[in-house]
């Protein structure tokens, strides 16, 4: 007979047993970190018990299918490096989870099948719209989970959604992703650091192939806009090619 499935508690035990409560709930990323420090600090040869630190016990809350059912984690490198390079607070962290479940707009990497980006909504003292990248299926402690790699705000965020656009990659969307979209082009209009309004129009076309109903509530002559300028940066793309190097500098930024 085959080995029994773990179940999301029993997943999360053999990862960081610190990060359940008795009634076998999740602590919260603030109060696995905690702990994980007074560990360091104290010197406890057993530190390492203290991590990875566990966002989820199954990914299927955050709205994309080949996440769902593994763990959400992030080792502690990756706080550090999200901590110390893109000066990440921990309260950023700690809300995550719950950022996840409302996120705008999800996608599959250009370059990666198996690398998610996350766009939030939420922005960075700088204005930037945070993104997280997650990996899929990475084994830590002989368990399958997720890993969040990274979480920053991007300036150019384009750069990250044309060449997926391109790829035909797996994009996700909810309804708040209109409402997103529609404050994008607010934000372009002023100035603010958003997405281009070309990534904006075909974004807002795979939206509505999506959500026909919300098409039907769009003026006409915007839609037909809309379609004209979608056309004409598919063709610009064609013509000069839009996987550059600059996209994979801006995934790296990690």
């Given at each position: 007979?085959?080995?029994?499935?773990?179940?999301?508690?029993?997943?999360?035990?053999?990862?960081?047993?610190?990060?359940?409560?008795?009634?076998?709930?999740?602590?919260?990323?603030?109060?696995?970190?905690?702990?994980?420090?007074?560990?360091?600090?104290?010197?406890?040869?057993?530190?390492?018990?203290?991590?990875?630190?566990?966002?989820?016990?199954?990914?299927?809350?955050?709205?994309?299918?080949?996440?769902?059912?593994?763990?959400?984690?992030?080792?502690?490198?990756s706080v550090k490096h999200v901590v110390s390079k893109h000066r990440a607070e921990i309260g950023v962290l700690d809300a995550l989870a719950t950022e996840l479940v409302g996120?705008?707009?999800?996608?599959?990497?250009?370059?990666?099948?198996?690398?998610?980006?996350?766009?939030?909504?939420?922005?960075?003292?700088?204005?930037?719209?945070?993104?997280?990248?997650?990996?899929?299926?990475?084994?830590?402690?002989?368990?399958?989970?997720?890993?969040?790699?990274?979480?920053?705000?991007?300036?150019?965020?384009?750069?990250?959604?044309?060449p997926a656009l391109d790829g035909g990659k797996d994009f996700f969307m909810s309804e708040r992703t209109g409402a997103w979209l529609e404050a994008q082009g607010t934000r372009?209009?002023?100035?603010?650091?958003?997405?281009?309004?070309?990534?904006?129009?075909?974004?807002?076309?795979?939206?509505?192939?999506?959500?026909?109903?919300?098409?039907?509530?769009?003026?006409?002559?915007?839609?037909?806009?809309?379609?004209?300028?979608?056309?004409?940066?598919?063709?610009?793309?064609?013509?000069?090619?839009?996987?550059?190097?600059?996209?994979?500098?801006?995934?790296?930024?990690?």
């Open positions: 007979m085959g080995s029994r499935e773990l179940t999301p508690v029993e997943k999360v035990m053999a990862l960081n047993r610190h990060a359940v409560l008795p009634d076998g709930s999740l602590k919260t990323f603030s109060q696995q970190y905690g702990e994980y420090s007074f560990a360091k600090d104290s010197g406890v040869k057993s530190m390492w018990e203290y991590t990875p630190f566990v966002f989820s016990m199954d990914s299927s809350v955050f709205g994309v299918p080949p996440l769902s059912g593994m763990p959400l984690c992030m080792t502690s490198a996120n705008v707009l999800a996608f599959q990497d250009a370059l990666d099948d198996s690398a998610f980006f996350f766009v939030l909504d939420e922005y960075s003292k700088k204005g930037n719209q945070y993104i997280t990248l997650v990996r899929a299926n990475i084994e830590l402690k002989r368990v399958e989970v997720n890993e969040v790699r990274s979480v920053h705000g991007v300036a150019d965020l384009d750069k990250l959604i044309d372009f209009s002023m100035g603010l650091p958003s997405i281009s309004e070309g990534t904006r129009q075909r974004l807002l076309s795979l939206y509505y192939t999506r959500f026909p109903d919300q098409a039907t509530r769009e003026d006409p002559a915007r839609r037909n806009a809309r379609a004209a300028n979608v056309a004409r940066t598919l063709h610009a793309g064609a013509e000069t090619g839009t996987r550059t190097e600059a996209h994979d500098t801006a995934r790296r930024k990690k």
